[in-house]
Each structure stands twice: as C-alpha cells, then as structure tokens.
C-alpha cells in the first residue's frame, strides 16, 4: 500500500511551500493529490481545479476539494497518511474558512495522521481549532502572537508527534524532508536530502 498525502491548495497559497513538498515527497514514493480549494460554489471541472497563488503562479490541481468531500472514501483521514497545509495569505485563511478541510483536518489530527503546516497555516488553520493546543509549534515570525495554549518555537521545523510545523518559504525544503522522515523514516530523508543538494 502506498503512502499518500492530500495537499490543500486555495487562492493565495505560497508558491514554493506548495511546490517543494508535492516535488519531494513523489521523489520518495508518495502518492500526493494536490487538491483545490474554491471559494466558489459555481467553480467546476477545470475552472474549479485552478489556482493562483499569492504571486500569481496558476497551478491545476489534480482534483477540487469538493468532488473529494463528496466520496467518503476520499474525504476521511483513513485514506490518507498526511494532510499538508501550505501557507501564504489569503491561501490559508481560505482553507481555514473551509469546513471540509477543518473537517478532514482535525480527523487526521485525531487519528494518529501526519498534519503538517508551514508559515501562516499553524496560526491561521490550526491555531483557531485548538489544534495546536498543549504542543510545540512554530510558524512565520509574529504570528504565534495568535495561537493560545501551545508552545512557540523558533527552529525552523518542528516536530511534535504526529504535528510537523515550519516558518515560511525559505524552510521549504526541511519541512518537505522532514514529512519525508515521518513517512519513511531518516534513511528515506536522508537520501532524498542527497538528491536535491539539501544542505
């Protein structure tokens, strides 16, 4: 059975911490579905898969988060072995406003799934929903100013059971291996490190 992760992608996502982990994690095997997030009941087909990030880049994802929802089969966490949450803004205010993806976000977070969450997507997605709640995080400088109850750090990726949060862009790269690690452990990550000349 293959590993798979689901990549939640909505108008305004940061470019490079949607790329890096869908890139690196097929590089390792996993089977990643990047899925759109529309803010528009009347986007569907084609139209409802595209996406244009925060500086513009227009991504077709391979499914939309609502043909998704509609399977039960898709739409649990039982099918997934990580969610990931880039971040960038508005992107991660529009997956936080999606009560599918809340729905399917706090199931993995329950059942033992990989949640992992970059830059904005700590404080803005998970943050609000007590998700973060009693654990170690970390996420774009300033905006830990707005998750209570949960320990704020300053590493570039942090690690805390199933959670796997990181700062911004330029971390893009250890937070992609560091999903890497937990699906396949270090000597997957470290190999995939090798290949992409991650220092």
Do not use: Y
Not at 66 to 87: E, K, N, Q, T
């Amino acid at each position: 059975m293959p590993k798979r992760a689901i990549v939640l992608l909505a108008e305004g996502f940061e470019d490079v911490e949607a790329v890096t982990p869908v890139d690196w994690l097929r590089r390792v095997g996993v089977e990643v579905v990047v899925a759109s997030v529309s803010s528009s009941a009347k986007a569907v087909g084609l139209e409802g898969r595209i996406v244009k990030s925060a500086r513009g880049l227009s991504i077709l994802a391979d499914a939309s988060v609502s043909d998704l929802a509609a399977s039960s089969r898709f739409w649990s966490a039982a099918h997934w072995d990580a969610v990931v949450i880039p971040g960038g803004m508005p992107g991660a205010s529009n997956i936080a406003s999606s009560a599918a993806c809340i729905s399917l976000i706090k199931e993995a977070a329950s059942t033992g799934k990989i949640v992992a969450a970059i830059c904005a997507a700590p404080a803005v997605v998970l943050g609000p929903f007590g998700l973060l709640e009693g654990r170690k995080f970390t996420c774009f400088p300033g905006m830990e100013k707005e998750v209570s109850g949960a320990i704020w750090s300053d590493q570039r990726v942090v690690v805390d059971g199933n959670f796997i949060t990181s700062r911004a862009a330029g971390t893009a790269g250890e937070w992609a291996r560091a999903i890497a690690a937990a699906l396949f452990g270090e000597e997957a990550a470290a190999k995939l490190t090798n290949s992409v000349l991650l220092k």
